[in-house]
Antibody, heavy 126, light 107 residues
């Protein structure tokens, strides 16, 4: 059973860069490099809905939400079984719970986030 | 971007009730529609993928239907543990987008 765990600072100053890491545990050693999986980040502002930030494939190919693309970088280190999020020039609007998640693509129509981390709250404030 | 609109935004129901939540896409998404359940302070949990396929380990009280632009999530007999917020999400095209959520509360 694969598990995901986010880690990183819970408080970031405005204009600085938010940095989070997601560690993948459990499952087989090849789970991160399976062709069926993408690894991604989703955020949820307090009291609001879910927003997709982006995904990365084990090869390093990235897919970003255009609304954040100029500020987002997602990277992967399969040897450490980790992937990371960097969001630059943050403002109060970036305050949210940040989730890492596995996106599984199998068969004709299966393309969903089937495994999630517990989430980590990041507050942007001076 | 494909907009996902859920209705209602909230509902009150009793244990044992049949509950239906609707999700409408702003353009056709075939069957690339997923449903998630989120309880307070917890991560979302995948319930239904591909519009109608039950995720492994999820109770058969939950079912999904629809294709194209109109989709429904049905809870056949609401149980106490089902009180939560439900989100739809399209995976047809990037950017991936979620509906605004439907909060199911106890009547």
């Amino acid at each position: 059973q694969v598990q995901l765990q986010e880690s990183g600072p819970g408080l970031v100053k405005p204009s600085e860069t938010l940095s989070l890491t997601c560690t993948v545990s459990g499952g087989s050693m090849t789970s991160m490099t399976s062709s069926n999986y993408y690894w991604g980040w989703i955020r949820q502002p307090p009291g609001k809905g879910l927003d997709w930030i982006g995904n990365i494939y084990h090869s390093g190919t990235t897919y970003y939400n255009p609304s954040l693309k100029s500020r987002v970088t997602i990277s992967v280190d399969t040897s450490k079984k980790q992937f990371s999020l960097k969001l630059s020039s943050v403002t109060a609007a970036d305050t949210a719970v940040y989730y890492c998640a596995r996106r599984t693509i199998v068969g004709a129509y299966t393309d969903a986030f089937d495994t999630w981390g517990q989430g980590t709250m990041v507050i942007v404030s001076s | 971007d494909i907009q996902m609109t859920q209705s209602p935004s909230s509902l009150s129901a009793s244990v044992g009730d049949r509950v239906t939540i609707t999700c409408r896409a702003s353009q056709t998404i075939a069957s690339f529609l997923n449903w998630y359940q989120q309880k307070p302070g917890k991560a979302p949990k995948l319930l239904i993928h591909g519009a109608s396929s039950l995720q492994s380990g999820v109770t058969s009280r939950f079912s999904g239907s629809g294709s194209g632009t109109d989709f429904t999530l049905t809870i056949s007999s609401l149980q106490p543990e089902d009180f939560a917020t439900y989100y739809c999400q399209q995976s047809y095209s990037s950017p991936l987008t979620f509906g605004g959520g439907t909060k199911v509360e106890i009547k």
